[in-house]
């Protein structure tokens, strides 16, 4: 798969660098030259210099014929047109914006964009772990994860307990198991697709 | 008429102001402290202070019985966003959008904006309007971007001098809408010939400018 990712900040430079280990061809766009020594050095994907809402710059990143687009930067009205141009006007099969405003990312998501919101991912994972913590219910249970456009797809909660071990570090231990996902699509094929936690289990 | 303009950069100030002096009813919605507080000073309370993406802030400020959002911030991606929210969300019937970058102006139509302003584009029609060695120039690209108001000057020799409207083979999606001869203007009709030095105004298609352009000048 070959995908483009705009902005090279802590996210997009892990973000590429986990892609590129499952076997993809990357390509991450940065307006600053500095960005891209988030990388690490056995990154082998191309990096290009520009702002990611100029379709030359796109362009030059292999826009045209990207599989998957991401947008990650710090700005969510930058990563809203990033995505959309990448979609409407170049046809890319799959693209994902990073939206920090709850309000934004929601309208977006009406919309059809694929979006992703650390605020509330954040701030829902701080509660149940603080819940948990000092052993509290939780008011409301909520999902994780944001429902997926097409498939419809939403991850069950767990319930969080955390143990503080010897060495006094905390670890989290995951009450019932996350269930793997599985795509409701009559189309494709059953074979599931697991989306990795927050957090690791406890072995 | 209640009009919301975001952004309270030159642009913006000026047409606040030139608006609240023609008795309408707005809201100029900035993001920086300073500048509300001087344009308060100046224009009373029709300056408020937010961000104009933030759906609270534009709710707060009436954007659901808005008939006009302006986006005339220097940020592209921030005037989409405002506009884009300002319709799919409060319904505004009209948004207009400033576009910085003149690349962007057929985006933000594929994107759905009604009305874009990219003063550079502005800018670049009025010069190529001066250079006649240009050939073609653009004087309005139409709302849905595949066809175009063009003007072209009949040059010596061209394949259409000479010619009437109704003998010449014109390409396909090419209107004549009008001729100026000496400073007059002429309503063309079948029977209208063209001369050297004749001012043609056209709607032609994207695919059809560079044949209509060839015809009137020759090369």
């Known amino acids: 798969m070959k995908v483009v990712i705009l902005g090279c900040g802590r996210v997009g430079a892990r973000l590429a660098q986990l892609l590129e280990a499952d076997g993809h061809q990357i390509s991450i766009i940065d307006s600053e030259l500095a960005s891209f020594d988030r990388l690490p050095e056995t990154f082998k994907g191309q990096t290009v210099l520009g702002t990611g809402i100029d379709a030359d710059v796109l362009k030059a990143a292999g826009i045209e014929d990207a599989d998957s687009f991401a947008a990650v930067t710090n700005y969510d009205n930058t990563n809203i047109m990033a995505c959309q141009v990448a979609k409407e006007i170049f046809g890319v099969p799959h693209v994902l914006a990073r939206i920090y405003d709850p309000g934004r990312e929601s309208l977006y998501h009406e919309l059809g964009l694929e979006t992703i919101c650390p605020t509330t991912l954040v701030s829902t994972t701080a509660r149940d772990i603080l819940l948990s913590l000092a052993e509290q219910p939780a008011a409301e249970t909520l999902p994780i994860a944001q429902q997926l456009n097409e498939s419809r797809i939403a991850v069950p909660v767990s319930t969080v307990n955390a143990t503080a071990n010897n060495g006094g570090a905390t670890t989290i231990q995951v009450s019932q198991p996350i269930q793997p996902i599985r795509r409701v699509d009559e189309k494709t094929a059953t074979n599931g697709k697991r989306l990795r936690g927050l957090f690791n289990r406890n072995s | ?219």
């Not at chain 2, 309005?140 to 003998?167: D, F, N, Y």
């Not at chain 2, 390409?171 to 010939?193: E, F, K, Q, Y």
């Open chain 2, 1 to 219: 008429m209640y009009i919301l303009v975001v952004g309270g950069g030159k642009v913006g100030y000026y047409l606040t102001k030139t608006l609240v002096n023609e008795g309408y009813e707005i809201l100029l919605i900035e993001k920086n402290p300073k500048k509300v507080a001087i344009y308060g000073e100046r224009f009373g309370s029709v300056v408020v202070e937010g961000d104009g993406a933030e759906l609270t802030t534009l709710e707060a400020a009436g954007a659901a019985r808005a008939d006009v959002v302006v986006a005339v911030t220097g940020d592209d991606e921030d005037n989409l966003v405002v506009c884009q929210t300002a319709k799919r969300l409060f319904k505004v019937p009209r948004t207009i959008a400033r576009v910085n970058n003149p690349k962007n102006e057929e985006i933000f139509k594929k994107l759905g904006i009604d009305v874009t302003v990219s003063s550079t584009n502005i800018i670049l029609s009025i010069i190529e309007q001066e250079i006649p060695e240009r050939g073609l120039v653009h004087l309005m690209t139409l709302k849905h971007a595949q066809v175009a108001l063009v003007e072209a000057t009949v040059e010596m020799g061209a394949p259409v001098a000479g010619k009437s409207l109704a003998e010449f083979n014109f390409p396909p999606n090419v209107v004549i809408s009008a001729v100026m001869r000496d400073g007059s203007l002429i309503l063309p009709r079948g029977d209208t010939v063209l001369m050297p030095e004749d001012e043609v105004i056209a709607l032609a298609s994207k695919e059809s400018e560079e044949a209509f352009r060839q015809m009137m000048t020759g090369s």
